[in-house]
């Protein structure tokens, strides 16, 4: 307020009005000079100084003029005041800091639509009225407002000037000069922040430490920066103006120079991976971006090349790659890496209708060099073969090291069947050959296995296994051979997984029992069940019994899963004739075998000797077959089981050599009927025949008779009319785990009770 009341005070003499004049000329042009600067793009220190700069300049042109700039911020929520007249310092703490949704006066509506706002009286005027106390103490009584545009158009700010003389409209010249000090501090602003835009962008550039190169339409280097020189070797001085020459050099199988330059003449850029050189000549792997930019009609102007060094990723990536795909010893492939190969290979051979070879190869007496001389004669034996079998491939054809003493061979593309023999006979040799370790000579030889798509297999899975069936088969033959593949060392070699196999089903509890219901014919209520063993393996899945028991049979192990079989048999007989109203009987299949080993035998009458009632719940089938082996051993173990209660029941009959004599011997109690006497039932007359005479002839004998494999009601109902006492088959159940078994049984004695309920009421 003084600074204003001196400035309206000034003496009126004329040396004083001339000296005056004098000052303002010369204030006005250096602020002229200064703005002409600005309008000349020269660099500017600080925005604010050059918006004190205009508003002196408009002071100095206006004597009653003091004016303000306030700036919108970025979230276009407050007036900010940026600069303002000195003598406005009263008036600039209450308009410093604006909510413009709150404060609904000249300057937020200017702000907001962007229109000039003119108060001519700021004495009475309603949108000031907050500021009355402050412009009448300062002595202001009018304000003209211009908003500040960008040259987007987007209102950024207001340039206001507040007058102190009377009130009035401004005048066009007034008005004019408003105008232009809102242009002047637009072109302060814009320069000030574009300024400070080059001002980053280059210590972006200086100080990246993603390398730069800038280059014309013809590919000549116009400028790089710092990071280049620290990735390429090349100072600036070696490159500029001369054509780029940095990335011409490519590995193999990347994408070529010309074709890079091709995307970016059509695209406009172009990103990848790209191998250079260093001034060194050491190689340098970059990830590299390349931009066009064009000039004012779309031609091409400059290339934009920026690259950052992968060098050590890309190393790193190689060596995990390596590591995960080539065994660390020998450098061969390993697994992983040939069963990709092979795969590819198979793939090729299936359209190109040629032969693959696959060659499994397993050193014979490695382990004795292992344990006698070391791990380290070991390694060297194993490197030696690398190399040896290395030599003895075309290049195309893989050799890998699948782990320990184990290789492969992948020969694919053969044209002549005749030349795989002559290469493993050439393997053979050559690993036969003697190999110098200090003052030792190491010899091993090796087994080999061949296997052909698609002669021997249609899949990789089945070529490795074949293969390797194959080289299994040459050590059995005495080692240092080769052995192709045929279905008889295919078949040998199922049988032999099949043993090994077995050896551990019944540890590893593989083994289930399942039990087939045994219906009375004249009740059709289930009192007994035969007991039949199911394998399931993990990996080969459900094994026929057919084909399992004669293995276990001839391998020993049937006692021990006989065994098991009936301590099964016992637990589930006690536990269904506790929640059954019928007593059950179960059936257990017995093997000749069993008979002949007294382990079995022992078992069941050591177990049965403690448990009498077991007895009446179990009971023994047997075939024809072992009636006509008349060992005593066999026939007293038999009458040994009769005696403790055991019921014994002739399976199969009539399809061995059934003799009446060996029926009254051995005192059976039951006779199975086979299946193939049911299937003709009830129209085959034949069948019918003999049906009728074996059950009569059985009880003639005091036999009961079974009727096995009964599949249809025809077949169920004729069995009835000629007399036969039992049946199973399909019809009624087929053969189901115990807990479905129980079910069935805890069903039918639901279904007794209800029905003797209903006959006592």
Request: charged fraction near 25%; include cysteine; hydrophobic fraction near 40%.
């Amino acid at each position: 307020m003084k600074q204003i009341a001196q400035r309206i005070s000034q003496p009126k003499s004329v040396n004083s009005a001339a000296e005056q004049a004098m000052h303002v000329k010369k204030l006005a042009d250096s602020h002229s000079r200064k703005l002409d600067n600005l309008a000349k793009g020269m660099p500017i220190l600080d925005g604010t100084e050059v918006l004190d700069l205009i508003i002196e300049y408009v002071e100095t042109k206006d004597e009653d003029a003091f004016c303000t700039v306030h700036l919108i911020n970025e979230e276009a929520t407050h007036l900010i005041c940026k600069a303002s007249s000195a003598a406005l310092s009263t008036l600039k703490a209450s308009l410093s800091n604006l909510e413009i949704e709150d404060f609904p006066n000249s300057l937020a509506i200017a702000a907001q639509q962007g229109i000039r706002a003119v108060v001519e009286d700021l004495r009475c005027h309603a949108d000031w009225q907050h500021h009355h106390a402050r412009t009448a103490l300062a002595g202001l009584i009018a304000v003209w407002i211009e908003p500040i545009r960008a040259s987007t158009g987007k209102v950024i700010g207001t340039f206001s000037i507040f007058r102190s003389s009377s009130a009035g409209p401004p005048s066009d010249n007034d008005l004019d000069r408003l105008q232009n000090a809102s242009n002047l501090a637009r072109i302060a602003l814009e320069r000030k922040s574009l300024q400070e835009e080059l001002l980053l962008a280059a210590s972006v550039y200086q100080n990246s430490s993603e390398a730069i190169m800038i280059t014309d339409q013809k590919d000549y280097v116009v400028a790089v920066n710092p990071a280049f020189t620290r990735i390429t070797g090349y100072p600036e001085y070696e490159v500029i103006g001369k054509p780029q020459r940095h990335f011409k050099q490519n590995r193999a199988g990347g994408a070529s120079y010309k074709k890079i330059m091709q995307i970016l003449r059509a695209d406009g850029h172009w990103q990848g991976e790209i191998w250079s050189r260093h001034k060194n000549g050491a190689e340098l792997a970059v990830w590299l971006t390349l931009n066009s930019i064009p000039d004012e009609i779309g031609d091409v102007y400059r290339h934009i090349c920026l690259f950052s060094d992968i060098t050590e990723k890309k190393r790193s990536e190689e060596l995990i790659w390596k590591q995960a795909n080539y065994d660390a010893l020998t450098l061969l492939p390993n697994r992983r890496l040939f069963f990709d190969r092979l795969q590819l290979e198979i793939s090729k051979s299936k359209r190109t209708g040629k032969t693959l070879v696959l060659m499994m190869i397993d050193l014979d007496g490695f382990k004795a060099v292992n344990d006698q001389l070391g791990h380290a004669a070991g390694d060297h034996l194993l490197k030696e073969t690398a190399k040896r079998l290395r030599g003895c491939v075309r290049e195309g054809d893989t050799v890998a090291r699948l782990g320990g003493d184990e290789f492969i061979l992948c020969i694919p593309q053969i044209g002549d069947i005749a030349c795989i023999e002559r290469i493993a006979r050439s393997i053979n040799q050559i690993l036969a050959r003697s190999i110098g370790l200090a003052d030792k000579f190491l010899r091993v030889s090796g087994s080999i296995g061949i296997a052909e798509y698609p002669k021997d297999a249609d899949n990789m899975d089945d070529l490795l296994k074949h293969a390797d069936q194959a080289m299994y088969a040459s050590k059995k033959l005495g080692r240092n051979r080769y052995s192709r593949f045929t279905s008889s060392i295919h078949e040998e070699s199922e049988q032999q997984q099949l043993i090994n196999c077995l050896r551990y089903a019944l540890d590893a509890r593989q083994f289930k029992v399942h039990f087939q219901p045994i219906v009375d014919l004249a009740t059709d209520r289930i009192i007994k069940a035969e007991a039949l063993l199911r394998w399931t393996h993990p990996l080969m899945g459900k094994i026929n019994p057919a084909v399992f028991i004669p293995i276990a049979e001839e391998i020993g192990l049937i006692g021990e899963i006989g065994d098991w079989v009936f301590q099964q048999a016992v637990q589930y007989a006690k536990r269904w004739g506790q929640c059954s109203s019928t007593r059950i009987q179960i059936s257990i299949n017995i093997s000749p075998i069993q008979l002949l080993d007294g382990g079995s035998h022992n078992t069941w009458t050591e177990f049965l000797q403690k448990d009498t009632s077991s007895a009446a719940n179990l009971a023994i089938e047997i075939t024809e077959g072992l009636l006509l082996n008349e060992h005593r051993e066999v026939t007293e173990k038999l009458m040994r089981f009769r005696e403790l209660g055991i019921q014994i029941a002739l399976d199969d009959f009539g399809t061995g050599y059934s003799s009446l004599s060996y029926l009254m011997k051995f005192k059976a109690d039951y006779i199975k009927i086979d299946r193939s006497f049911i299937e003709g039932l009830p129209t085959d007359p034949s069948c019918i025949a003999l049906c009728e005479a074996i059950i009569a002839m059985s009880h003639r004998l005091g036999l009961k008779v079974i009727a096995e494999g009964v599949e249809t009601k025809a077949q169920r109902d004729q069995l009835r009319d000629i007399g036969c006492d039992y049946a199973q088959g399909y019809l009624f159940s087929k053969p189901v785990p115990a807990e479905e078994m129980e079910q069935l049984l805890l069903a039918q004695s639901v279904l007794a009770s209800a029905n003797q309920t209903a006959k006592g009421t």
